[in-house]
């Protein structure tokens, strides 16, 4: 187990549905992250919270939501996805975005998604 | 382009062996290099390296960056069976307007008895 959590560990959904993935945090990050990840590729950035200020959207459509409530959650709302957005949804948090930290990004267990 | 390669893409080894995964890159303004495993689920970390020449160690994993040459090495001694993952190699750059994270393409390990 991870100390990041994410819910659901698997979630199914039909393109017209409307879901949210959710992400907490409990150790004081102020950094927290969503990955993309297909099979056998590396996970790919999509948004990077700081401070609970959004910081990189890096131009993912926008059926994908991002929402940070507080510091310790992160959720992601997801709405008419295409059978293509089936993929591991990772969260991640780290102390600090930016600057030089030197602390490593930490990963919860991810959402497999799928789309039908 | 900012890239990140690993290779072998792919590596079977016999337990006991030690292996050596290797990480280049080409970004622009380089801040730091990570190496993660993953296994089923979430990557784990295993080291963070922003300065060249130090190797860092963990057990039977160790790590060292060449800044110079724009690559990192992971060794592996005495592999086991629990070393068959997915070995992920990051490299954290400083962008125009943001941050970046690239993620190479990983090198699946694996180890068979």
């Known amino acids: 187990d991870t100390e990041v959590t994410q819910t659901p560990k698997h979630l199914v959904m039909g393109m017209t549905n409307k879901k949210s993935l959710k992400c907490e945090q409990h150790m004081g990050h102020r950094a927290m992250y969503w990955y993309k990840q297909k099979a056998k590729k590396p996970p790919e950035l999509m948004f990077v919270?700081?401070?609970?200020?959004?910081?990189i959207n890096e131009s993912v459509p926008s059926r994908f939501s991002p929402e940070c409530p507080n510091s310790s959650l992160l959720n992601l709302h997801l709405h008419a996805l295409q059978p293509e957005d089936s993929a591991l949804y990772l969260c991640?948090?780290?102390?600090?975005?930016?600057?030089?930290?030197?602390?490593?990004?930490?990963f919860g267990d991810g959402t497999r998604l799928s789309i039908l | 382009e900012d890239k990140v390669v690993q290779s072998p893409l792919s590596l079977v080894v016999h337990e006991g062996d030690t292996v050596t995964l290797n990480c280049s890159y080409e970004?622009?303004?380089?801040?730091?290099l990570l190496w993660y495993k993953q296994e089923k689920k979430a990557p784990t970390f295993l080291f963070m390296l922003?300065?060249?020449?130090i190797e860092k160690k963990s057990g039977r994993l160790s790590s060292i960056l060449d800044k110079k040459e724009l690559f990192s090495i992971l060794n592996i001694t005495a592999t086991q069976t629990g070393d068959s993952a997915v070995y992920l190699c990051a490299v954290e750059a400083r962008g125009t307007s943001y941050d970046k994270v690239i993620f190479g393409p990983g090198t699946s390990l694996s180890v068979i008895p």
């Open positions: 991640a948090s780290s102390q600090v975005w930016g600057g030089y930290s030197n602390q490593p990004q930490h």
């Open positions: 919270y700081s401070y609970e200020k959004l910081s």
């Open positions: 970004v622009t303004n380089f801040r730091s």
């Open positions: 922003t300065s060249s020449g």
